[in-house]
């Protein structure tokens, strides 16, 4: 058996594997050590994997497996990622795990969690058992919960906290079917921008549904993004809400950095955007917090996306309005762009879409119409030939 210089604890197996051990603690019942084993083909890849640990051990940050609960696992694997997610990503997480998983599940140990523990929680979730209400969750949140804990145990696995996802023996809801996009019509948009004329984030609602851009792109949108002279825009960051505030960031991907063709009417819109906004600046003087924005709140600071998204509500509903969502504002560009006889592949850029399969899915209700009109067009073509 070959053993590691100075490694009492690590040996070389006959497999020609490497094998270490650590003792992490001793079973209360019968004084025996409790050791944690790891493998590897390389001597140097156990060492540092117990070292790892023997550092954990040595803080005191170390939890025997048979003492980790599920509802602190997920709190635990959820910060670890937090830095790697939007802000919203991460909040979604943890509404699930705080409000959805943790008050049925929480206290059970990850080694005793099993399948049919799993399949319980969703199934009631679905039928509306434990909720207060009596109403049943959707089959796409009921999807997310699962996701969140087979995510989560697929980490632990990998952790050498568990040997196996139970999760995966876990049957989830079949996919809904998609709803179709919730979209105006040319005379709504109308009816909205006429309502929302004199509102003081008008040109945020004007811009929504001329661009097709995101609100946090929107929010984000500063004067020297805005070529003048060629009539473009670009698009080059995003506001969001993160626990220390608004902040500034790239757009959700390298798509996303991208150039919006504008008409003169926009042009026009913005401009006036720039009169008003040098007005108030003068009004205030040293109290405006100039940051460039073509849209910002009474000191210039960038606006809360909420605050959008709730005058946007009470305009709509002013206007007698179908409902739908502000994102939908951005479908309801797209569709109506494709219907004016828009070109697919420059939607896609526009709308910047990492590819244009993305942009054919999305907006398949509005491909299909063109398609018919596509055959329409064809046979007139024939008939004009006179075959």
């Keep these: ?83 790697q997610l939007a802000y919203n990503t991460y909040r979604a997480y943890k509404v699930w795990i705080e409000k959805h998983i943790k008050p049925k599940l929480g206290e059970v140990k990850l080694r005793e969690l099993n399948a049919r ?5 969703l199934n009631k979730k679905l039928d509306g058992e434990s909720e207060k ?71 945020i609602y004007f811009l929504a549904v001329n661009t097709g851009m995101r609100r946090g792109e929107l929010l984000g949108l500063k004067w020297e993004d805005i070529d003048f002279n060629k009539n473009k825009i670009k698009v080059k960051r995003q506001v969001q809400r993160t626990d220390k505030g608004l902040i500034f960031k790239k757009p959700k991907s390298k798509a996303g950095n991208r150039i919006i063709p504008i008409t003169k009417n926009i042009m026009k819109e913005l401009k006036s955007q720039k009169i008003r906004q040098s007005e108030k600046k003068l009004g205030l003087g040293e109290n405006f917090n100039d940051l460039n924005l073509v849209c910002s709140n009474l000191v210039g600071n960038p606006v809360e996306p909420t605050k959008i998204y709730k005058y946007y509500k009470e305009i709509s509903r002013e206007a007698g ?28 850029q526009i709308l910047g879409h ?34």
């Design 354 to 387: 990492s590819s244009i399969s993305v942009t054919m899915d999305t907006y398949s209700h509005v491909t299909d119409e063109m398609l018919n009109n596509a055959a329409q067009n064809i046979a007139n073509m024939y008939k004009a030939t006179g075959n």
């Design 133 to 203: 209400n009596n109403k049943g969750l959707s089959v796409n949140s009921v999807k997310h919960i699962y996701a969140t804990i087979h995510t989560a145990l697929n980490q632990a696995v990998k952790e050498q906290l568990i040997n196996r996802n139970v999760a995966d023996s876990v049957k989830p809801p079949k996919k809904q079917e998609e709803k179709k996009l919730q979209t105006w019509t040319k005379k709504e948009v109308k009816k909205f921008l006429a309502q929302a004329k004199d509102h003081k984030y008008y040109i």
């Design 117 to 121: 523990q799993i399949q319980d929680l």
């Design 321 to 348: 309005l179908p409902e739908i969502r502000f994102h939908d504002l951005r479908h309801t560009f797209a569709s109506l762009f494709l219907e004016t006889d828009g070109n697919i592949k420059t939607l896609q």
């Design 1 to 83: 058996m070959a053993r590691g210089d100075g490694e009492g604890t690590i040996y070389k197996r006959k497999d020609g594997r490497w094998c270490g051990q650590v003792t992490v603690g001793t079973n209360p019942q019968t004084g025996r050590p409790i050791r944690k084993t790891f493998y590897g083909d390389k001597r140097k890849e156990v060492a540092r994997e117990m070292t790892k640990l023997k550092q954990k051990l040595f803080e005191g940050s170390y939890i025997k497996q048979s003492e980790i609960k599920l509802g602190d696992w997920l709190t635990r694997w959820n910060e670890g990622r937090k830095s």
